[in-house]
Nanobody
Framework: QVRLVESGGGLVQAGGSLRLSCAAS????????WGWYRQAPGKQRDLVAS????????NYADSVNGRVTISKDDETSTVFLQINNLKPEDTAVYYC?????????????WGQGTQVTVTS
């Protein structure tokens, strides 16, 4: 079973920055795609950014494009989300998701989420 654990969330003032991390553990043979989603209270979970193995062009939501960078470390099975110039509307629980192949076959796993709160 592949487990994802996010970290790096917190309380930050508008204009600040955060770097979220998400580490995958388990017997993982490959991770083909990573994604970061966020869910604000009372709203649906939306894609923030994604990165596909072998594709040098990450995908970003329009709402964060230019302020967010997704990156990954294949050696440690970790994905990062750098968020700059944070705005109050970025307040949400941020979740990572990974899709790949493990000892149990194809998998798609979600983390438990990390809270990001931006104050004005």
């Amino acid at each position: 079973q592949v487990r994802l654990v996010e970290s790096g969330g917190g309380l930050v003032q508008a204009g600040g920055s955060l770097r979220l991390s998400c580490a995958a553990s388990g017997i993982i043979f490959s991770i083909n795609k990573w994604g970061w989603y966020r869910q604000a209270p009372g709203k649906q979970r939306d894609l923030v950014a994604s990165i596909t193995n072998g594709d040098d062009r990450p995908n970003y939501a329009d709402s964060v494009n230019g302020r967010v960078t997704i990156s990954k470390d294949d050696e440690t099975s970790t994905v990062f989300l750098q968020i700059n110039n944070l705005k109050p509307e970025d307040t949400a629980v941020y979740y990572c998701v990974a899709r790949g192949y493990s000892d149990s076959g194809n998998f798609a796993s979600w983390g438990q989420g990390t809270q990001v709160t931006v104050t004005s």
